[in-house]
């Protein structure tokens, strides 16, 4: 039931004690404050390294010839390593680990024209395995396959923004766009969460990109491989046999790092994991102490409030006041302290999240919508209000306890 008297009193209580309710209310309220910012810092690290491995799939391993910096089996440092066709075949028939596979073929120094636009795009040769391992998402139309690359076809599918380029509005579908003089038909248009290089690609089969381009040439500039459901130990050795066997397939000595770069996108994810996880729980740790140091703050100030008002617990025990209520007054006033400045520092947090994330330029690295589970904001206040109003409990009820004669001589 609303009791007006009291909320009248508890009013009056706070505007004749203005700096004690501050530091009250500063405790609770700081305390919510740390532990939102901390916590959205946290997770907008977590979504800032997350969406650097979403543009390509994470159960992956790439492998990128390099130029070698040792002697080995006759062959000087120096040498620029190649993959060919052939090395391709090898991998895909000797690894029963890999569940999808790419070349990548880059072409260089090509013009791009659709009637009377022109532009200057990436033109990637690869296999259909490439949607997959690079995360394509098809708008319209569809990706290269397997016919194509066995007939040598001059399709091509290209990227979001090659579309709006080059035709605007309208369907690039069955059309036919020039890459260096030579038409290609767009079979389909495609879209990727990664950068806007991404989107202003143009991928060709890479057995056209070779004929076409390369001069007949059966070299390409990279692998792509997926890993399917293998587990972190599997892709491990995976890619470790991986290693080893292709050094020594194009006489690469083993010990030689820049000859042939093998990255494990399956281990870099995990071992990243591993340290947001280990920032997680330091960020929770600064966020409990924070709290406590709230508590401590909320508890400290009770105590003052309840030894300076103890000769008023005597007149009002005197009057024929209940003990009852003479704590429930106490308390409702420090809930209600508590509950609106945890308020004020939860929505002042949250609010600030939102101007830092509204503020950081596009694409800024490592850092992501900071953002923070508002369940837990929300719990974190009744926690900090339940334990704020416990530590004032005990000494309200031993003060409403004594009787009132010796309330009265208190000093």
């Known amino acids: 039931m609303f009791d007006l008297d009291k909320w009248q009193e508890i009013f009056t209580t706070i505007r004749q004690n203005k700096l004690r309710t501050f530091l009250t209310g500063f405790s609770v309220g700081w305390g919510i404050f740390m532990l939102i910012i901390l916590l959205g810092s946290g997770q907008g690290i977590f979504n800032g390294v997350e969406s650097m491995f979403n ?25 620029r390593v190649k993959l060919y066709n052939e090395d391709y075949d090898y991998l895909l028939n000797t690894y029963e680990g890999i ?27 690869c296999h259909p395995g490439h949607e997959y391992l690079e995360k394509t998402q098809m708008l319209s139309g569809r990706y290269l396959n397997d016919i194509d690359i066995q007939e040598s076809r001059k399709v091509a599918v ?23 003089g030579i038409p290609f038909k767009i079979v389909g248009v495609s879209d990727d969460v990664g950068s806007q290089w991404e989107q202003r690609s143009i991928y060709i089969p890479v057995s056209t990109s070779q004929g076409v381009f390369d001069g007949g040439s059966n070299e390409f500039d990279m692998m792509m491989v997926s890993t399917g459901d293998l587990s972190l130990m599997e892709t491990m050795d995976l890619a470790s046999n991986i290693e080893r066997d292709l050094k020594e397939r194009l006489v690469v000595d083993p010990r030689d790092q820049r000859g042939l770069n093998i990255r494990n996108n399956n281990e870099e994810f995990a071992n990243i994991v591993n340290v947001i996880n280990g920032m997680r729980i330091f960020i929770w740790v600064i966020g409990i102490f924070t709290i406590i140091a709230g508590v401590v703050g909320v508890s400290n100030i009770m105590m003052i409030i309840v030894k300076e008002r103890t000769k008023e617990i005597g007149v009002r025990k005197a009057l024929g006041a209940t003990p009852l209520s003479i704590v429930s007054l106490i308390l409702q006033e420090s809930i209600f302290i508590t509950t609106l400045s945890g308020y004020i520092g939860l929505m002042l947090g ?53 009787k009132p004669i010796v309330a009265l001589r208190d000093e």
């Open 99 to 125: 569940d999808r596979a790419t070349a990548r073929d880059w072409v260089w120094g090509v013009n791009v024209s659709y009637k009377s636009e022109y532009g200057s795009y990436g033109v990637r040769g």
């Open 158 to 180: 290209i990227g979001k923004l090659v579309q709006q380029d080059l035709f605007g509005k309208n369907s690039a579908i069955g059309e036919y766009i020039n890459i260096s």
């Open 55 to 79: 543009d390509d799939a994470i159960n992956s391993i790439w492998i990128r010839p390099g130029q070698t910096t040792m002697e080995y089996k006759g062959f000087k440092s120096g040498r």
């Open 350 to 402: 949250i609010g600030l999240l939102e101007v830092v994330n509204n503020l950081m330029p596009e694409g800024t690295p490592f850092f992501k919508n900071p953002e923070v589970d508002i369940n837990v904001a929300i719990y974190a206040t009744l926690l900090l209000i339940v334990a704020g109003s416990l530590a004032g409990f005990f000494p309200a009820r031993k003060a409403a306890s004594i």
